[in-house]
């Protein structure tokens, strides 16, 4: 039973009963006086439940026809407190009351509505905008359709632990809704649907409790391990007038945020102790970086330990060219590591053993028999059990259930005061032979990208080479997933700055890439930040209305496709399935390859309102194409290059 | 167990295939490099290895300087890794001395420091 219902007939007991009393029908009138005695033959109807004012004739004279203070503009009060910059919403009629609050009484600011073509695109606009932002953005969608629109891109972001606030419309009371489409757009229990995947929601039933679940919501999103929470915003909340009884008690409620969880003082201490007397320690860093501060901590970390940091790439973690980078030789460091300390490892058992797909599947351990492996995840304080994105039980040594960046500064601490002398000077030799080993790997990744150099398709070195000259002086934030291109550009660009990578989807559900791309963008936006987009050609196809939210919205950003015109990935798994049952793999590109016809995105995107260029298959002709579409991104609008690349 | 003892069969497999100490190792048989730039592209190298066979974080770089014939067809047939198994079958011996010829012919690339692209 909503408490909507309730609202809505105490409302209209106090402003319209006397004169509507007049208006009741007496068919209806009667039956709020009791059932009448069924009539020979017919069936016992149930008894009529007393009959609310709402369904009286609605043309009555004295029906209230308006409003000046829906319940909507409370929420939108309430929104404004969280200082959430911008609400992402494909347009629902579950949700129009909000809607229409938030463009008017709200003035579109604080937060601003940014139109997108897909519940998906919204949601991975926000995924992306909360990794440069540090904030969460929110979305606005249906309870039913738009929800289960969105349903993949959450997924994604509960997989990547970041937070996204997302409010649903939905009509709970039943008979107060539209007949025909409000019934098929209505749901018991909205956020069922994506509930094994969020980490928190509620359906408030009135505004006040809006208000403490709006803020809830807030907060529980952002304290780590962070994922997507939702509310669900019932219709008549939203739009109907707020009962002078409620509105004396409505407040917006103070957000505090909580404090991210530290490790245990013990377990720091053994860490420490574990990390200073190792001969060969090795840090590695997943999604480890939630703030700026992330990196620099860690950076302080590796420095005080000299010790070598692998950079899984989750989140900006660590810069490319620190000389303790040694992300390029994490197979060997791995073997060699005598403790491994992971933060906010995805994957710890990935980390530490090998895995062969093949027909009898095996794995092997990586690591020497004694070596200590430490983990520090907040993903240790919240496991849910459906989806399995929680990956194989990792047999560690010490475990920390606390949030890593938040422990860093204590560990570093620890670390420093037992350094001795002697083992500070071992710590010294190690960093030479590092810097060395960094030195080699730069210089075999400029030797590689050489091989092709000159190649139809264009090779993915040489498109990365190519941006990376053009942009390089700017302040830039590679705003893709980088994992199709061979890694080339954290081979061979300088990544120093936390907004410059924004690791992956989490999830690896395609159709991330564009809009988180356009996400990232937007965030960068009034930064003057200079978004550039390595885009998937699959990828691009998912959900490609984002790039009219992009021109519509004015938000800068270069996006170059690397088009090899296949899911390759799946390109290459009929392969493995092909060649393990004796088939040859000649028909491997049936149902995984792009061609017949070849898409012209550049065509796409023109109709979008982008500038576009392409398909660029000489690499001679991609620098100048680079450089007129860069011409237009720099004047604040998006553009895009279409290039015909190798597969990976 | 059962893993542990399939890795050292892979590991005795690979030692009784290794040519003897004093041995020269045994050459490709003679193949045609525009037939086997064909077999390379028909036969899905490129979609890991790339069309120039110059690796990525897909496949590892087959050319330019390839693997000595006995080492690659060897791994060709089983390997060791994640690539999938090229048998006899889907792969005959001949195909793939052609395949072999093809990477022989990839030009070495120009020196890093005579592009101006790549310079530190």
Not at chain 1, 94 to 102: A, D, K, Q, T
Not at chain 1, 341 to 353: A, Q, R, S
Not at chain 2, 34 to 63: I, P
Request: net charge neutral; charged share 20%.
């Amino acid at each position: 039973m909503s408490k909507r219902s309730v609202d809505r007939r105490n409302f209209l007991k106090g402003a319209a009963v006397t004169g509507a009393a007049a208006l009741v029908p007496d068919a209806v009138a009667s039956a709020a006086q009791g059932p009448a005695p069924a009539a020979a033959g017919q069936g016992q109807r149930p008894a009529a439940a007393p009959t609310s004012a709402r369904e009286i004739d609605p043309r009555g004279e004295a029906e209230p026809l308006t409003t000046d203070r829906p319940g909507g503009d409370f929420m939108v009060d309430v929104l404004k407190s969280l200082n959430l910059e911008y609400v992402a919403s494909n347009p629902g009629s579950s949700f129009r009351g909000i809607h229409e609050s938030i463009i008017n009484y709200g003035g579109n600011t604080m937060p601003e509505f940014i139109t997108c073509c897909h519940e998906e695109s919204s949601i991975a606009m926000a995924h992306a905008y909360f990794k440069v932002e540090g904030k969460p953005m929110a979305v606005l969608c249906h309870g039913t359709v738009g929800l289960q629109h969105a349903a993949m891109a959450i997924y994604n972001a509960y997989c990547d632990r970041v937070p996204v606030y997302i409010m649903a419309g939905n009509s709970l009371d039943a008979t107060m809704r539209r007949p025909g489409v409000e019934w098929a757009h209505s749901v018991q229990d909205a956020a069922a649907i994506v509930r094994d995947f969020t980490k928190w929601d509620d359906n408030p039933v009135s505004l006040p409790h809006f208000a403490e679940s709006a803020v809830r919501a807030y907060k529980i999103a952002m304290t780590p391990p962070m994922m997507p929470t939702l509310i669900v915003l019932d219709g008549g909340l939203q739009e109907d007038p707020i009962p002078s009884e409620v509105a004396a008690r409505l407040r917006v409620p103070k957000l505090t945020l909580a404090t991210p969880p530290q490790g245990d003082s013990g377990a720091v201490a053994e860490a420490a102790r574990l990390l200073v007397n190792a001969q060969n320690p090795v840090i590695v860093a997943d999604r480890l970086a939630r703030t700026p501060a992330g990196m620099a901590r860690l950076v302080e970390l590796a420095e005080a330990l000299q010790a070598p940091v692998i950079d899984q790439h989750g989140r900006m973690n660590f810069p490319s060219k620190h000389p303790l980078n040694l992300s390029e030789s994490a197979g060997q460091l791995i073997a060699n590591a005598d403790v491994i300390l992971g933060l906010e490892l995805t994957d710890f058992w990935g980390t530490v053993n090998g895995f062969r797909d093949s027909l009898v599947r095996t794995s092997r351990s990586r690591i020497r028999p004694n070596t200590k492996l430490i983990s520090i995840t907040a993903v240790d304080l919240y496991t849910k059990s459906n989806f399995q994105d929680f990956q194989r039980y990792p047999e560690v040594d010490v475990a920390m259930a606390a949030d890593a960046e938040a422990t860093l500064p204590a560990i570093t601490e620890a670390v420093k005061k037992l350094t001795t002398a002697d083992r500070r000077t071992a710590f010294a030799e190690r960093r030479t032979r590092l810097e060395q080993m960094h030195a080699r790997a730069r210089d075999a990744a400029r030797a590689e990208a050489a091989i092709a150099w000159d190649a139809s398709p264009i090779s993915t070195a040489r498109l990365a080479a190519e941006l990376w000259a053009q942009i390089k002086t700017d302040d830039w934030s590679l705003v893709s997933e980088s994992g199709n291109t061979s890694g080339w550009a954290f081979r061979l660009w300088d990544f120093e700055k936390s907004y410059q990578h924004l690791g992956d989807s989490g999830g690896a559900g395609v159709g991330y890439g564009a809009p988180a791309a356009v996400g990232g963008a937007l965030a960068n936006k009034k930064h003057g930040r200079l978004s550039v987009n390595i885009q998937g050609d699959g990828d691009f196809l998912y959900a490609p209305g984002v790039w009219w939210t992009a021109a519509h919205h004015q938000i800068p950003l270069l996006t170059v496709v690397h088009n090899n015109r296949a899911y390759h990935q799946e390109v290459m798994h009929i392969q493995r399935m092909a060649n393990r049952h004796q088939r040859g793999i000649t028909r491997a590109a049936i149902g995984t390859t792009i061609t017949d016809p070849n898409v012209d995105f550049a065509k796409v995107a023109q109709g979008l309102g982008l500038y576009a260029e392409g398909p660029v298959s000489n690499p001679n002709d991609l620098g100048p194409a680079l450089r007129r579409a860069l011409a237009v991104v720099r004047k604040g609008q998006p553009a895009l290059v279409d290039v015909v690349t190798q597969p990976r | 167990m059962l893993i542990a003892a399939l890795v050292l069969a892979g590991t005795v497999a690979g030692a009784q295939t290794q040519a003897p100490a004093g041995q020269a190792a045994p050459a490709a048989p003679p193949g045609n490099a525009e037939t086997g730039k064909k077999l390379f592209v028909a036969n899905g190298c490129y979609q890991c290895h790339g069309y120039e066979g110059q690796g990525g974080s897909a496949g590892a770089r087959l050319a330019p300087r390839p693997l000595p014939w006995a080492a690659l067809s060897r791994y060709v047939r089983r390997p060791a890794n994640q690539m999938p198994p090229y048998t006899e079958k889907v792969l005959p011996d001949a195909d793939l001395a052609h395949i072999y010829a093809y990477l022989q012919s990839r030009p070495a690339a120009a020196a890093p420091a005579s592009i101006p692209l790549l310079q530190p």
